[in-house]
Nanobody, 114 residues
């Protein structure tokens, strides 16, 4: 059974930082492209960042130079370091794993507010 479990969300003030983690099980993790997506209320789910099995990364323009995606294949975990957070970063953040199939986690809430 495939499971993606996100953690690390919470409430943070503007300008603050959070680190999200996504622990994967039931997949050959190192062979999967991993990604973070987010969905704000009333909005469509959007790409935040992806990291391929090669380590190559891609970011949405809105988070470039503020967010960093990384992976630890030994721990079957992908991370999203989020710095200089803004109120518009408020959303539910979802972990995604893609190879021949796509899998999703249940999400973790990130709220940026003073």
């Amino acid at each position: 059974q495939v499971q993606l479990v996100e953690s690390g969300g919470g409430l943070v003030q503007p300008g603050g930082s959070l680190r999200l983690s996504c622990a994967a099980s039931g997949i050959f993790f190192s062979r999967y492209a991993m990604g973070w997506y987010r969905q704000a209320p009333g909005q469509q789910r959007e790409l935040v960042a992806t990291i391929l099995s090669s380590g190559s990364t891609n970011y949405a323009d809105s988070v470039k130079d503020r967010f960093t995606i990384s992976r630890d294949n030994a721990k079957n975990t992908v991370y999203l370091q989020m710095n200089s957070l803004k109120p518009e970063d408020t959303a539910v953040y979802y972990c995604n794993a893609v190879n021949q199939r796509a899998y999703w986690g249940r999400g973790t809430q990130v709220t940026v507010s003073s």
